[in-house]
């Protein structure tokens, strides 16, 4: 029995001994030809890397608000007795918008006015018979106190009328009426919006570390979605005098000529403010940054004798500003580096540049593409 497990252990030793090996036989095989191919060659596109002078650059996003705006709406209830503009309509300040039925108010006001009339002649008679020591002075300081209050009281039902005519505060553009001749209004009750946007604000928050570069009419460039491809230019004309403890950013205000009245108030807008002094930096496309939890990193090319390689050097970047992207660290003026096919390289890998311009990553640093 001992014998006979003796020569089954011996067997089974030397068959699975000869799976191994020959596992092991077949792996260096396979290494030893891996190692002997020479790698690809793969196709890339090439960039240089330049000096630029680029103006430190703050981008926010704002907002458009009118210099005057306003909801306008009656101060007491009432039937609309007339409209006198038209949607859409310029007008001026102090123009007559919408009135409404003061017919019984205008009746008060001409009985109160015959009272004042009365109050003031007799005032005027016992001026002359207090003069000529006929009535005492108590007497026409009554009198005269009655007048001032038939006065008080023909000013209130006067103001109690104005209330009742709703008239532009400013010069602006007329929106859509909300009101039409004989309809009821309530008291407080919207009328139409008027708004002057020319000019036209841009409000916008600035971080409170920019606040010091921040001069005096300091030139802001804005663009909207409705106009894509213009750019309109203003200046700041107002900064808060105090920070948001929410955000600690300092609201900030400027100002750009509105003429055409392109811009409306409550569009959005995407904001860009140059601060500081210029400075000189080397940049490159963004397509040829790898981007990697460790680090970025580009691919320099170099000459390995008759071959061209690329070399993997982390480098350090800095602002953006279109498809370039400046570094700040780990590049020279001057060297050459991958700028597509990163996916494809590894150090030392072999390489062959596409010259072709069709296929090259673009290098603008203020692209407009355009909405095909």
Known sequence: MNKRMVIMLVLATLLFGGIFGFKAFIDRVIADVFDSMEPDVVTITASTARTETWTPRFEAVGTLAPVNGAELAVEIGGIVRAV???????????????????????????????????????ESRLQRLVEQRSVSRAELDRVASEAEQARAAVEARQALIDQKTVVAPFDGRAGIRRVNPGQFLAGGAPVVSLQQFDPIFVNFNLPQRNLPLLGDDAETRITVDAFPEQTFVGLVTAVEPRLD????TIPVQATLD????????GMFARVELD????????????TAIRHAPYGASVFVIESDGDDTIVVQR?????ARRGDLIAVTEGLEAGEKVASSGLL???NKARVRIDEDEAVQPTEDADPR???G
């Open 258 to 265: 509105n003429a055409d009245e392109l811009l409306r108030p």
């Open 344 to 346: 494809k390289l590894q």
């Open 275 to 286: 601060l500081g002094q210029p400075e000189s930096l080397i940049v490159i496309p963004q």
């Open 84 to 122: 006198h503009f038209e949607n859409g309509q310029r007008v001026e300040a102090g123009q007559r918008l919408v009135e409404l039925d003061t017919r019984v108010d205008r009746a008060e006001l001409a009985r109160l006015q015959a009272a004042l009339r009365l109050a003031e002649q007799e």
């Open 245 to 248: 403890t929410s955000t600690r």
């Open 369 to 371: 593409p355009t909405n």
């Open 314 to 318: 982390f480098v350090r970047t800095g």
